[in-house]
């Protein structure tokens, strides 16, 4: 596999001159200050369309459960609006500088999680809609989600450019940092919770600590057996999972009995498999588990009605457990506006995207394709369900916090960026000074207003029966 087959780069090979020339060049094509602009173009496509067209290839009795979790908030709204702004995002400014994107980059998806080698990490969670793009989309959306989520918290205009402005210099000088080092040195590159604290650890206040140490604990705890003593139980004798309908249903309890039996074969065949697209020894691994039992799960806000089945397997015996996800991989929606995928298996496009990005992935991550009892053939990707995870509050953010939480999460976006991206044409782009922080502080508040008024456009719809709305 070719680095273009990810990015779509093909300029890794030049002199670092040539690519920092680069860069500088693209400031006179695109102005670092032009990224402040935002305006709907007036034929702009109704948003509620966008989500329903999203809506109209997923699970039909789940799609209220969707309309009803973005209805909640803006913030609720935006984290399931990833397609209204890669619309929005393909009328600005671009720098010509593609990058694997992660395609839904808001704050939320940047969390605490482990490593193969039991390390707890920071790192880019979310990949459903990676593909290779512009590299400042993904800065934009980030930026967008600071601002939303600082308005639901009552911060002031300035507090909220603070924040931005922090994530994106953090963005700026860590580019700047990966543009002076070689290829494995930034491959290299990690952030782990030891590190985290050396970086940040003078920023924090004694009660700061305090929370942080907390949070890593508790993601620690957030494991396999944690998730195996909240999702199952024992029935007849026998390890279960444990239904909370709509939330979760077993197979069981989903179909008739000739349906259900088809579905069940052809999950088990998948799980089977999808080890084939594993290293050789997790392949081993896999193989040393049976599939115990199999339910549907809805999860997140974007992706609620998409199909997503977790799996419990049984080692050596009925508490020795692996909770896999296989969750169904729809295409980007990026590729609209940038072209689509290069792998024939949107799962396949989903783990690419996740290997590239991340430092390190999950050891069961894979990807398979399932024939339905439609006889529609649709991708997934697999990986545990949960494996030392740990979620960020917003709400809970002082501006303080938000603006120190927003500096981790530009800095690992950078770091995400400068594996398949030209990191020194990035770097040279920026430039040394605030420019550009400056530029998206001002297109965050736009897009911020935008993003309500699209939230009160599902609202509004809503009201009027044009999308049914379930709380769940």
């Not at 808001?106 to 039991?118: G, K, T, V």
């Not at 604290?197 to 942080?212: A, E, F, I, K, N």
């Not at 782009?429 to 297109?443: C, K, V």
Request: positive net charge; proline residues 5%; hydrophobic residues 40%.
């Amino acid at each position: 596999m070719t680095e273009n087959h990810l990015s779509g780069d093909e300029t890794r090979h030049l002199t670092p001159r040539d690519r920092a020339a680069r860069g500088k060049a693209a400031r006179v094509e695109v102005p670092r200050s032009s990224h402040a602009e935002f305006q709907p173009p007036p034929k702009r496509t109704d948003p509620v369309e966008i989500i329903e067209n999203q809506s109209a290839r997923r699970v039909p009795d789940l799609v209220p459960i969707r309309y009803g979790r973005m209805s909640e908030a803006p913030f609720r709204f935006y984290r399931g609006a990833a397609a209204i702004m890669a619309a929005d995002l393909a009328e600005t400014p671009r720098t010509g500088i593609r990058v694997q994107c992660c395609g839904d980059a808001h704050l939320l998806n940047f969390r605490l999680l482990a490593s193969p080698e039991r390390r707890l990490m920071f790192d880019i969670n979310d990949f459903d809609e990676t593909l290779p793009g512009p590299w400042e989309w993904d800065v934009k959306r980030l930026s967008a989600s600071f601002v939303i989520a600082g308005r639901a918290n009552g911060f002031s205009a300035k507090e909220r450019a603070t924040v931005v402005r922090a994530a994106v210099g953090a963005y700026r000088e860590r580019m700047r940092d990966f543009a002076g080092m070689g290829n494995l040195d930034v491959w290299y590159t990690h952030a782990d919770t030891d590190q985290l604290m050396q970086q940040y650890g003078r920023m924090l206040s004694p009660g700061q600590r305090d929370r942080w140490e907390r949070a890593t604990q508790r993601a620690r705890a957030h494991d396999t057996l944690q998730a195996f003593g909240k999702l199952t139980h024992v029935v007849a004798g026998r390890r279960r999972i444990a239904p909370d309908p709509p939330l979760l249903v077993r197979l069981q309890d989903l179909l008739p009995d000739a349906e259900r039996g088809a579905l069940e074969k052809e999950i088990v065949r998948l799980i089977e498999r999808y080890g084939h697209t594993l290293q050789t020894d997790r392949r081993f691994l896999l193989q040393g588990y049976r599939v115990a039992d199999i339910a549907r799960k809805v999860v997140g806000v974007g992706s609620v009605g998409t199909r997503c089945w977790i799996i419990l397997l049984l080692g050596t015996d009925d508490e020795d457990p692996l909770i896999l996800q296989a969750k169904e991989a729809d295409e980007s929606v990026l590729a609209p506006y940038v072209g689509g995928s290069s792998f024939r298996n949107q799962g396949e496009r989903v783990v690419a995207g996740q290997r590239l990005m991340q430092a390190t992935s999950d050891i069961f991550l894979g990807w398979e394709r399932v024939q339905g009892i439609d006889g529609r053939r649709r991708d997934f990707y697999v990986r545990q369900l949960r494996d030392w995870k740990g979620i960020a509050v917003a709400e809970n953010m002082s501006p303080k916090t938000m603006a120190l939480f927003g500096r981790l999460c530009g800095a690992t976006l950078a770091r995400a960026h400068a594996r398949s991206g030209d990191r020194i044409a990035i770097a040279a782009y920026l430039g040394g000074g605030d420019t550009f922080d400056r530029a998206l502080a001002t297109f965050a508040e736009l897009y911020a207003d935008q993003n309500e008024k699209d939230h009160q456009a599902l609202v509004d719809a809503i009201k009027a029966g044009r999308v049914p709305a379930e709380a769940a």
